[in-house]
């Protein structure tokens, strides 16, 4: 989803507090978008600049800070869900 939002144009803060699957984000997205090029769904200008408008973090108050939409992708646990929107609603302003 991050990727997407970034495509589209829009600056997109990652978060996940697990590090692993954090770390694991932009080299996944940088496959994709190898993928995208090497089927010409991009082009590599639109490829390159999509990148940059993502920023991984692990601080939940950091990623919706001054958001102006805030989408969530949780695994669907109730709890956890319910947990996490909790946090969200915290932070966001």
């Not at 102006?68 to 966001?92: P, S, T």
């Amino acid at each position: 989803m991050a990727q997407l939002f970034a495509q589209a144009g829009l600056s997109v803060r990652l978060y996940d507090n697990n590090a692993d699957v954090l770390a694991a984000a932009m080299p996944r997205i940088l496959a994709n978008l190898q993928t995208s090029l090497h089927f010409g769904l991009l082009d590599t200008t639109t490829a390159a600049a999509i990148p940059a408008r993502i920023t991984p973090t692990s601080a939940l108050e950091e990623a919706v800070r001054g958001a102006d939409f805030i989408f969530e992708a949780v695994f669907e646990n109730m709890a956890v869900k319910h947990r996490v929107l909790a946090e969200i609603e915290r932070a966001a302003s």
